[in-house]
Every structure is written in C-alpha cells, then in structure tokens.
Nanobody, 115 residues
Framework: VQLQASGGGLVQSGGSLRLSCAAS????????MGWHRQAPGKQRELVAS???????NYAEFAKGRFTISRDNAKLTASMQMNSLKPEDTAIYYC??????????WGQGTLVTVSS
C-alpha cells in the first residue's frame, strides 16, 4: 500500500493550499489519519490528526488556520491550509496509523510560502 500526497506548491504569504492524501489500496481500521511536516534543518512535527470518529487534534501553530478532514469510504485525508506564512514552508507528509508498528507514510509534498 502506498500513500500518495498531493496539493503542495508555491504560494504567497496569506494564501491557501489544500493537501490531499490517498491510499493506493484498501486498508482496514485506519485509526488516525494525520499530517506532519518537516522544515529544512528541523525535526518532523505533527501538524494535525483526525481519528476514525472525527476527533481532531492540531498543533498550536495550525489552530485556526488549518482544517483536517477525512473520507473513510475513499480512504483519503485532506487538509485545508489558510493564511499561510513563510514559516509554514516544509515538506508535508501524510500518515495513516492503524496501530503500534502499523502505519503508512506518504512520500511528502513540498509547500513553499513566499513572503
């Protein structure tokens, strides 16, 4: 199974992007879908996650600007990012977590926000 992330690109400060992540094959019991990011020289960090029941969790920097959603039938996760800032520049990775030692990562999609 592969996760295909898309939607990254170059946007000006204040702009918006919508990231999407889709699985290449059926996956059962995806407990949590999430988006993480890694900026140059920094560790990967959680941006947002959503449980199978729709409970969301956001990093402080994402609250009020990013919205995560999922489609359980289509096995997709999306994240709407508004009011983007230059410090949001990073590679964004999606993750589907089924349980301990059982998760998939997407290949990453680059988001670049110019000032």
């Amino acid at each position: 199974v592969q996760l295909q992330a898309s939607g990254g690109g170059l946007v000006q400060s204040g702009g918006s992007l919508r990231l999407s992540c889709a699985a290449s094959a059926s996956i059962s019991s995806i407990n949590v879908m999430g988006w993480h990011r890694q900026a140059p020289g920094k560790q990967r960090e959680l941006v947002a996650s959503i449980t199978s029941g729709g409970v969301t969790n956001y990093a402080e920097f994402a609250k009020g600007r990013f919205t995560i959603s999922r489609d359980n039938a289509k096995l997709t996760a999306s994240m709407q990012m508004n009011s983007l800032k230059p410090e949001d520049t990073a590679i964004y990775y999606c993750n589907f977590y089924m349980g301990p030692y059982n998760s998939y990562w997407g290949q990453g999609t680059l988001v670049t926000v110019s000032s």
